[in-house]
């Protein structure tokens, strides 16, 4: 069909616009109408490259328009309208978080510490709190932030090493691995979290609380699973109860929530427990779940050609390291994903290899095929530990 109009349309159905060749058509016919049938407008004449440069210039203008367009709907919003869009539904974009770990802190009593910092097996810093003083007993228990934000893991027993030495201060441990940060939140995590940020008046209680949790700072993934049968589930849930399980923020601030939404009558179900007031002035106790991490690794077999580059491998580890900490709580890592994550999304490199297997590696173990999260868990990958085995072609 013939163009009208070289301006974008908008209608019921949004908006279109013509392409570069559709406005060049357009521009060609038209200038033929007034210059004659027998006009030469090929690429290699003046009036044809003429043609070309104005065509180019609206087909950009064309662009912008549709990219202000679909900037005002949070499905199509690019980053920094996407973070204005959010806005409406009273949310807005996480920002890079830090990763925390419980540390004890042994030594004399009475001992202050003074901007004190940490350190674990693999040389990553933790910064305590200002000012610690420990207890009479000869210890005190305290939360470490990790130096550099994002995803920074510490197993238990790894935070060992006093890189502030003060006198008195004898020994630190960790006897629980750290709650591992984000980076900054991603389009894909902002725009699910804006769908689900609708659910916070919902009529359903679990999909309001699940989106009001969402919303706290540092939270960075919350499930529930309800169990409205009379018997005990697959998941260990007793009957009729409800578990929340919540990864990251703060421990008082998912406790009062879970107070707020749950219906009377609905038991809880998980490992923390956290003392709320309610109306009357009495202490409850609620209880919800903190994930428990799974460390990821694989072993990939690639075989490469003349072009390869050691740089490529890191590269993979990469982008699998990537697609592993993105995953939510009792996700399944499938082989087809991380075959596309493996080879690079079709970048120039994936040329230059092929890959020949994959094998998930989950706290030591090899599974060849998928793996699924058990209950509870999230997972971890840390690329320096992803293992490439080379053979050239």
Request: glycine share 8%; proline share 4%; aromatic share 8%.
């Amino acid at each position: 069909m013939a163009l009208t109009t070289v301006a974008p349309v908008i209608d019921e159905h949004g908006i279109t616009a013509p392409t570069f060749d559709q406005i060049l058509a357009y521009l060609k016919q038209n200038y033929r109408n007034i210059y004659g049938s027998d006009v030469y407008l090929e690429n290699d004449s003046l009036d044809g490259q003429f043609l070309g440069v104005l065509s180019l210039a609206l087909a950009d203008v064309n662009a912008v328009c549709v990219k202000t367009y679909n900037s005002f709907s949070p499905k199509t919003a690019d980053t920094e309208a996407l973070t204005r869009n959010v806005k409406i539904n009273g949310i807005s974009r996480a920002l890079a978080t830090y990763s925390t770990v419980d540390v004890t802190i042994t030594g004399l009593s009475g001992t202050l510490i003074r901007a004190g910092v940490v350190a674990d097996k693999n040389n990553n810093k933790w910064v305590l709190p200002l000012n610690i003083t420990i207890h009479p007993s000869g210890f005190i228990v305290v939360s470490a932030t990790a130096e550099k934000a994002g995803a920074v893991f510490a197993a238990a027993n790894s935070v060992t090493v006093i890189l502030t030495p003060t006198r008195g201060w004898q020994s630190v441990a960790n006897a629980n691995s750290s709650s591992i940060g984000q980076d900054v939140e991603t389009n894909a995590k902002l725009r699910q979290r804006q769908a689900l940020s609708v659910s916070i008046p919902s009529q359903s209680m679990p999909d309001g609380l699940r989106g009001a949790i969402l919303d706290l700072p540092n939270v960075t993934r919350c499930k529930y699973f309800e169990n409205n049968e009379k018997t005990q589930d697959a998941n260990g849930l007793p009957p009729n109860s409800l578990c929340v399980i919540a990864y990251g923020g703060d421990s008082q601030a998912i406790g009062n929530l879970i107070h707020k939404y749950k219906s009377m009558g609905c038991a809880l179900y998980g490992n923390t427990t956290v003392s709320v007031i309610n109306s009357y002035g009495d202490a409850i106790n609620i209880v919800f779940y903190r994930p428990n991490i799974v460390n990821v690794s694989f072993k990939l077999q690639i075989t490469t050609n003349d072009s390869y580059s050691a740089d490529t491998a890191d590269s993979i580890r990469k982008l699998l390291a990537e697609y592993v900490n993105a995953l939510d709580i009792g996700d399944k890592i499938t082989q087809n994903k991380l075959y596309g994550a493996a080879n690079l999304y079709g970048a120039e490199q994936s040329q230059t290899y092929e890959v020949s297997s994959i094998i998930i590696v989950a706290n030591g173990v090899n599974y060849p095929g998928d793996y699924i999260l058990p209950f509870g868990c999230v997972a971890f990958c840390d690329p320096s530990l992803i293992e490439i085995e080379v053979t050239s072609g």
